[in-house]
C-alpha cells in the first residue's frame, strides 16, 4: 500500500497586501482530491517539487500555463494538469491584475512504497530512462499517425513493433493507460482523457476506440 502526499504553496509575483485569487474550497484540497500519481514515476519511486507558472482571467479561467521548473518525468504533466483542470474554480477580486503570474510548486511525495530503497542515483537514471522512452513513443507515435494517414512504409512497422516491446508499451501498459483516462473522465477532465486514449491508439492499438467513439467525437 502507499499513501500519496501533495503539499503546494502559493508565490504570487504582487505584493502581499493586494488581493489575490483564491480557488474555490481552497487549492490544497483540490490538488489533493485530484491527483493520480503518475504511473512511471510511481514505479520508480520518483518524487519531487513542480513549480507551475499560470495566468486567471477575471473569470476565474486559466489561460496560460507553463513547466517553470520541472523534474524530467511524468509528475511534470500532472502538475500541469492539475492547474488546467481548475479553470473556472478561481475567485477573483476585482482589483487583480489578471497579467500577474502566479507561480505554484506542487510537492508529489509518495510514503509506504518503499522508497528509501531506491538511492538519488536509481532516481537519475531512472528519469534519463523516461526521457529516452518519450523520444521513442514519439517516433512510434508519428508512424502510426502515417499509417492512419496511409503514407507509410509497412515494412517499417516490424521495426516499430520491437521499438514498442523495447520500451514495454504491451497490453498490460495500454491498459493501465485507459484506466488512467477514465479516472481523469471521471473527474471532469476530458482533454486529459482524450488524449490518452489517442495515446493508446498511436501506440498501434484498438483498445481505446470505444472510448475514442462515446467520449472523445
Request: charged share 30%; glycine share 6%; proline share 3%.
Amino acid at each position: 500500500m502507499y499513501r500519496i502526499l501533495a503539499a503546494l504553496l502559493i508565490l504570487i509575483s504582487f505584493s502581499v497586501k493586494a488581493q489575490r485569487p483564491e480557488v474555490k474550497g481552497g487549492l490544497p484540497a483540490f490538488i489533493k482530491n485530484n491527483t493520480i500519481y503518475p504511473a512511471y514515476s510511481l514505479h520508480n519511486c520518483i518524487q519531487g517539487t513542480v513549480k507551475i507558472g499560470f495566468k486567471v482571467n477575471a473569470k476565474g479561467d486559466v489561460y496560460f500555463t507553463e513547466i517553470t521548473n520541472g523534474i524530467g518525468a511524468d509528475l511534470d504533466e500532472e502538475a500541469l494538469r492539475l492547474i488546467k483542470m481548475s479553470s473556472g474554480k478561481w475567485e477573483v477580486p476585482s482589483t487583480y491584475d489578471t497579467t500577474t503570474l502566479i507561480v505554484v510548486p506542487v510537492n508529489f511525495a509518495l510514503d509506504g512504497y518503499y522508497c528509501e530503497r531506491k538511492s538519488k542515483a536509481d532516481i537519475a537514471l531512472a528519469i534519463k530512462s523516461y526521457k529516452d522512452q518519450e523520444e521513442i513513443k514519439v517516433a512510434i507515435m508519428n508512424f502510426y499517425r502515417n499509417k492512419e494517414k496511409g503514407v507509410a512504409k509497412p515494412e517499417d512497422e516490424v521495426k516499430i513493433l520491437k521499438l514498442k516491446e523495447e520500451i514495454g508499451v504491451d497490453d498490460e501498459y495500454l491498459d493501465d493507460k485507459i484506466e488512467t483516462a477514465l479516472k481523469k473522465y471521471k473527474q471532469g477532465d476530458t482533454k486529459g482523457a482524450c488524449e490518452d486514449f489517442n495515446f493508446v491508439k498511436y501506440m498501434g492499438s484498438d483498445k481505446a476506440n470505444d472510448w475514442l467513439d462515446k467520449y472523445c467525437k
